[in-house]
């Protein structure tokens, strides 16, 4: 028994390891394909523009691309174990992340409208969820679970029969939607998608390699996630020679969303990693709400844009951002459920007050 944790454990790392090999490889070669196409990103045309030099898009395909090729080696050869997530939901996941790598490349060279942007990270929520990646129950801070299969609506797919499950599939769509658009506004710094990212990973390997669980496919997929992310990181830390563009940034929270669901509903965790950019995103959408304005408007209220506003650089912010996500998840890797619901709040609590502080740090600086 121990010789197949070994072995498995072993080709999450090799599975891990390649996918970080192609990433490297691959990202300066796709950066070169944006620059020659001319979709690039060039500094001063926006306020919230951090570079300074006119940087290639497109990194998200070269991470999708080391994502798939090796979970789709995996699966050819037979490594996967594929028992407790299967090869519907793997291959959803997939298929749900080339839409969005699509969408992301349009967006990234045509610059499209924001329902299109919104209509193709929707497209692949859907198809992610419709592949076998539902919520069936959560964990009550209170103890138990609450079941969210309660209903069932059938219907007909390509002459095949399918069913949707209610709630259960209704919030998995809202989950891994949501997450796609927090991982796309906290693309604002050079490095911070993309590592927050690989730490989300990680903490998935960690979670999914513990002996009462014993999933060496989640394992797997998050060691395949994060080593992809982690090779492309390797191009995209300050100064950045590329950014991940719209199917990168979208692609991120896509991956890491599906991720908690597979691993067993793992919300709580992946919350606590991701709290930082989705508690922000809480709070600068009803700030803009209260100030007139649109929900979704571009703007520099971001956490990462007020810590440069508050003297900062865009290293330490970064570096800051990092700590913030590995702190609060390691907590979620040895808390109760109810105190993962705890440490959210108090998180909440830190980042409601620091947005007061960081405001007025904000104005002095600029003063």
């Known amino acids: 028994m121990e010789g197949t944790g070994s072995r498995r454990d072993m080709t999450a790392f090799v599975a891990a390891l390649s996918s970080f090999m192609i990433s490297v490889i691959t990202t300066p070669a796709v950066a070169g394909v944006a620059r020659r196409f001319g979709v690039v990103d060039t500094p001063g045309i926006k306020e919230r523009k951090t570079h300074r030099k006119t940087t290639p898009l497109w990194g998200g395909a070269a991470i999708f691309l080391a994502f798939a090729l090796v979970i789709l080696v995996v699966l050819a050869i037979g490594l996967f174990p594929s028992v407790l997530v299967g090869r519907g939901p793997v291959l959803g996941m997939i298929l749900g992340g080339a839409i969005l790598v699509v969408g992301g490349l349009l967006d990234d060279r045509y610059d499209l409208a924001p329902g299109v942007q919104f ?3 929707s497209f692949a929520s859907i198809v992610v969820v419709a592949s076998g990646v539902g919520i069936g129950s959560v964990r009550s801070p209170f103890g138990g679970y609450i079941p969210l299969d309660q209903f069932t609506v059938p219907f007909m797919v390509f002459g095949h029969a399918a069913c949707l499950v209610l709630p259960g599939d209704l919030l998995a769509f809202v989950w891994i939607l949501g997450l796609s658009m927090t991982t796309k506004v906290l693309d604002g710094l050079d490095g911070l998608v993309a590592g927050i990212t690989v730490i989300a990973g990680a903490l998935i390997v960690a979670v999914a390699l513990r002996p009462e669980l014993d999933q060496p496919d989640v394992a797997l997929l998050a060691a395949v996630t994060a080593g992809a992310f982690a090779g492309f990181l390797v191009w995209n830390l300050h100064p950045a020679k590329v950014f991940l563009g719209q199917a990168g940034s979208t692609l991120a929270g896509f991956l890491i969303a599906s991720l908690a669901i597979v691993s067993g509903s793992k919300v709580a965790t992946t919350m606590l990693v991701l709290g930082v950019p989705v508690i922000d995103l809480a709070i600068v959408i009803v700030g803009r709400i ?38 609060f998840g390691l907590i979620g890797l040895i808390a109760s459920t109810g105190a993962k619901a705890a440490a959210f709040l108090v998180l909440a609590g830190i980042l409601l007050l620091g947005s007061r502080v960081l405001n007025n740090r904000g104005n002095r600086y600029r003063e």
């Open 119 to 121: 209509a193709f990270m």
């Open 290 to 327: 209260r100030a007139g304005r649109k929900p979704f408007s571009g703007d520099t209220s971001h956490l990462h844009y007020r810590l440069l506003a508050a003297g900062l650089s865009e290293r330490d912010a970064v570096l800051l951002m990092y700590a913030f996500a590995l702190a």
